[in-house]
């Protein structure tokens, strides 16, 4: 995995050392953002018409990398869990 390129990232590269490292130290971490290639590669080659999903098969896709996606960010920007404080609660 070459994080600098990683689409986990391509919205935010300063998080590209961040993603290296939680996948050094967590072994369940790393197989998530390698689920999410997958689930992003096969999304390019729907748009790309090299592979074909009828339309309940793609949305449950596009589901499935949002959730990942999301997961991983969170996990990524919070590390220990906590709160970032941003909504005072």
């Known amino acids: 995995m070459t994080?600098?390129?990683?689409?986990l990232i391509k919205d935010a590269p300063e998080l590209a050392q961040d993603l290296?490292?939680?996948?050094?130290?967590?072994a369940s971490f790393a197989?998530?953002?390698n689920d999410y290639e997958q689930v992003v590669t096969r999304l390019a080659a729907?748009?790309?018409?090299?592979?074909?999903?009828d339309e309940q098969?793609?949305?449950l896709l596009e589901?499935?990398?949002?959730?990942?996606?999301?997961?991983?960010?969170?996990?990524?920007?919070?590390p220990?869990?906590?709160?970032?404080?941003g909504c005072g609660g």
């Open 3 to 7: 994080t600098a390129l990683h689409p």
């Open 31 to 33: 197989g998530r953002v």
């Open 63 to 78: 589901q499935q990398g949002s959730a990942l996606q999301a997961i991983l960010l969170r996990k990524l920007t919070h």
């Open 46 to 53: 729907v748009q790309a018409g090299t592979e074909t999903l």
């Open 80 to 85: 220990a869990g906590g709160c970032c404080g």
């Open 20 to 26: 290296h490292n939680l996948c050094a130290e967590d």
């Open 57 to 59: 098969a793609l949305q």
